[in-house]
């Protein structure tokens, strides 16, 4: 397993602003992967993020709204930029785990926007 | 593409009592994980068991158990002996075997233990 910590645990942020989510994972980890969890909702991916390569992000999301950097195999960011009160939601990064294929995933950022 | 299927949105079970919990998927693949995620009101996904769609024998961890249906594409969770600390919402998920590929989840079934 991994242990993974997330920075902030919870923010509160003005329509129009950005934020930046921090992932540290306890070891080194090729895949990662962050994913977004509506009120109520089950888990949705945003982006896979690769260390070495750019971000591959999925349907309905796009890097100018979700920017992610990957600087190296224990860490990334995602940023959610411009936000709006839709932007309010639970973020969580996951690491794969190659041999089993299961994904560990971080504590969560809350984020409501107003 | 995968899909999972969760139909009961709520359940509820006594402590010390035993619950199942369904799940359907389909995928066009022969070879898969399949996966149960607990999310308690912590919000932290944890992950409570795992199976191999190429093995037959059903996973077992502690009081948690599968039933694995592999015609039938269905992965049910069986919770024996509840426990207060059960109390969570229940992902089910699956993920081909290819080194990009990704989790679909279902919607999930929050379960409610009461004493």
């Known amino acids: 397993s991994a242990v993974i910590s997330q920075k902030p645990s919870r923010d509160i942020c003005q329509r129009g602003t950005s934020l930046t989510i921090q992932c540290q994972v306890d070891?080194?980890?090729?895949?990662m992967f962050w994913y977004r969890q509506q009120p109520g909702q089950s888990l949705t991916l945003i982006a896979t993020a690769n260390q070495g390569s750019e971000a591959t992000y999925e349907s309905g999301f796009v890097i100018d709204k979700f920017p992610i950097s990957r600087p190296n195999l224990t860490f990334s960011t995602l940023t959610v930029s411009n936000m709006s009160p839709e932007d309010s939601s639970i973020y969580l990064c996951s690491v794969g785990v190659r041999m089993w294929g299961e994904q560990y995933f971080g504590p969560g950022t809350r984020l409501t926007v107003t | 593409a995968q899909t999972v299927t969760q139909s009961q949105p709520e359940m509820s079970v006594q402590e010390a009592e035993t619950v199942t919990l369904s799940c359907t998927y389909d995928?066009?693949?022969?070879?898969?994980?399949l996966f149960w995620y607990k999310q308690p009101p912590s919000r932290q996904m944890i992950l409570v068991i795992r199976?191999?769609?190429?093995?037959?024998q059903n996973a077992t961890e502690n009081r948690f158990s599968v039933n694995f249906q592999k015609a039938a594409k269905s992965f049910s969770l069986k919770i024996s002996d509840s426990q207060l600390g059960d109390t969570a919402m229940y992902f089910c998920a699956s993920r081909n075997t290819g080194t990009a590929s990704k989790l679909t989840f279902g919607t999930g079934t929050r379960l409610q233990v009461t004493l």
């Open positions: 070891s080194q980890v090729t895949m």
């Open positions: 995928t066009s693949e022969n070879n898969y994980y």
């Open positions: 199976q191999e769609a190429y093995k037959q």
